[in-house]
Structure formats: structure tokens, C-alpha cells
């Protein structure tokens, strides 16, 4: 599977993935995040259903705060 995750081309020995599984695959462990596929909000508890298929573009942003 071929992908686009955040704006860099991703392979991926799978048919599809799941947001929570492209997570544990890239090691992201950032409390607060933005997911989109194909520009698509996708909210932290669709994360396992949420799935990543061939050609998709996934974004996952980190939000941090400061001031």
C-alpha cells in the first residue's frame, strides 16, 4: 500500500491500516493530534475503525501549546 503521510510518500506491506495502527507503526505518541484522510476530520475514537486504503493522503498533525 502506497500512501501520503504528511505530504511524504509512505509504503506499507498492508492492503489498508487503520489510523491507530499507522500510529503504532511510525511510533507517534503525541497526546494531542489533527487526523484527516483525503481531508476528512477523523476523531481519536474512530482511530481503530478509521481505514487507510491505497492512494489515500493522511495528515496527522501534533498540536502543541505555549504561550
Given at each position: 500500500?502506497?500512501i501520503?503521510?504528511?505530504n511524504?510518500?509512505?509504503?506499507?506491506?498492508?492492503?489498508?491500516?487503520?489510523i491507530?495502527?499507522?500510529?503504532e507503526?511510525?511510533?507517534?505518541?503525541?497526546?494531542?493530534?489533527?487526523?484527516?484522510?483525503?481531508?476528512?476530520?477523523?476523531?481519536?475514537?474512530?482511530?481503530?475503525?478509521?481505514?487507510?486504503?491505497?492512494?489515500?493522503?493522511?495528515?496527522i498533525?501534533?498540536?502543541?501549546?505555549?504561550?
Amino acid at each position: 500500500m502506497n500512501i501520503t503521510l504528511n505530504n511524504r510518500p509512505e509504503s506499507f506491506n498492508n492492503e489498508k491500516l487503520t489510523i491507530t495502527e499507522i500510529l503504532e507503526l511510525k511510533n507517534y505518541t503525541f497526546k494531542m493530534m489533527v487526523v484527516k484522510i483525503n481531508g476528512e476530520l477523523i476523531r481519536k475514537p474512530q482511530y481503530p475503525i478509521a481505514q487507510v486504503v491505497d492512494s489515500d493522503d493522511v495528515q496527522i498533525l501534533h498540536l502543541i501549546s505555549g504561550g
